[in-house]
């Protein structure tokens, strides 16, 4: 018979149930907005660096990740709970890449339009990234009197954040991108790159490593296309913004050129489609497609996307509207083991798979370690089927409904630790907590 958990206790209007061993964090309970906490699990994590060019996504380890704590003679004797009673005693250590080194991206600019409140709202995001790479990042707003506030937050987080006013609407505001990045050059500079506020660059050096493939001195436009053919039937053969649009400096000073740029900002088409056609219609140069820059045209469940176990994507998009999962907390873990940690993969004894700032997970039936098919978890837009992604996400695999997903839904860094929670959903029985606590060794 199937062990049923009762209520031990209710504080502050949350229920926590007999198989919690511990006593929680009501704090973090709020936070997460648990109602009912049915079980709570703590374990330590060592992220130990290896200079093993060729360490796989995904490795293998010999130990389950749920072990039962064996009670030791002073548990008996204590009278009241503590946080360590939920916790594993067997720390796991994992091989992970060496951090890069500190990247100097100053060759490289961003331009966004967008309002204040949105890139007050983006700023921690674009801190990942772009602090103290001596990029820059241009904005283009509407007037607002709280613009000293945002460059005051940007400059104490270390990004070279450049805040322009602008009369103009959006879509000409957008478009205006193209000339203010031009106006804007440095000598040194070599790509501007077009964003939307909710572009997310996962490391910053893995995006100057990919740029450097590219030869700058040529008149070079690079993206991603759209993950959903109907996408791509709308709105054409093109970089999709979300992704990041890489305008080398030839170009951009072709298209920037007075006559042309006034051509282009008076088109009927708008976004970055307007960049397309501009790119198309004024010059001979074509899209280079970068497919791990990516535009993220999925809806609701993306897990399939972010549990792969390829390599990381250069960019991620859309992650506060069509789906939601703060990628400013994902990346958090990589303060303390670095970007090549973002999204690494351990698969446990006892079938659970941590996916590093996203999930842990156990499939309904086990999945071969060296399978590279993606779980197509999301939702289909404008009449995507199976088939609609398979130019961008192939091969593909049927969602597993029955998948056991404790997501990432807080992270900080306080210290020399890394604290991680992922989050089981169960309204039934009540949701649990795996805390995963990072440190180097």
Known sequence: MEHEPVTKEIVSNITITSDVECEPDFDLLKRLDIHKLNKYTRREMIAVPSSDAALPMRQTLNIPLFEKKTPSHEDHLADQQSQDDCLIPRPVAVQVPRPPK?????????????????????VDAFAHWAAYTRTRIFALIEHDDRTPEV?????????????????EEYQRRYFSLVSHLGQNMRPQTQWSCIIDDDTFFLSMPALVKALGKYDSNESMYIGGLSESIPQIGAFGLMGFGGAGVFLSRPLLQ???????FEACQNMDFTGDRRI??????????????????????IMGDVSGFFEAGRPP????????????????????????????????????????????GFSIIKYSNSVDPNDRTMELTWE??????????????????????????????????????VHQWYVYRNPEKGDEIFELIWRTG
């Open 102 to 122: 500190n990247v100097d991206a100053s060759h490289i600019d961003f331009g966004v339009a967008t309002t204040l409140d949105r890139l007050n709202e983006s």
């Open 151 to 167: 460059q005051a937050k940007a400059d104490a987080m270390g990004i070279n954040l450049y805040i322009t006013e602008s009369n």
């Open 254 to 260: 072709q298209i920037s050129e007075p006559e042309v």
């Open 276 to 297: 397309s056609l501009c790119v198309y219609q004024h010059t001979s140069t074509r899209l280079t497609i970068d497919h791990r820059l990516h535009q993220l045209d």
């Open 313 to 356: 994507p250069l960019s991620v998009h859309h992650w506060k509207s069509w789906f939601h999962m703060d990628m400013a907390k994902v990346s958090v873990v990589s303060d303390l083991c670095g970007d090549d940690c973002l999204l690494r993969q351990w698969q446990f004894a006892d079938g659970y798979i941590l996916t590093n």
């Open 380 to 417: 289909g837009q404008n009449g995507a089927v199976h088939e609609s992604y398979l130019h961008e996400m192939g091969p593909l695999r049927s969602k597993d409904w029955e998948k056991i997903s404790y997501l990432l839904e807080e992270s900080v860094h306080v210290g020399n630790f």
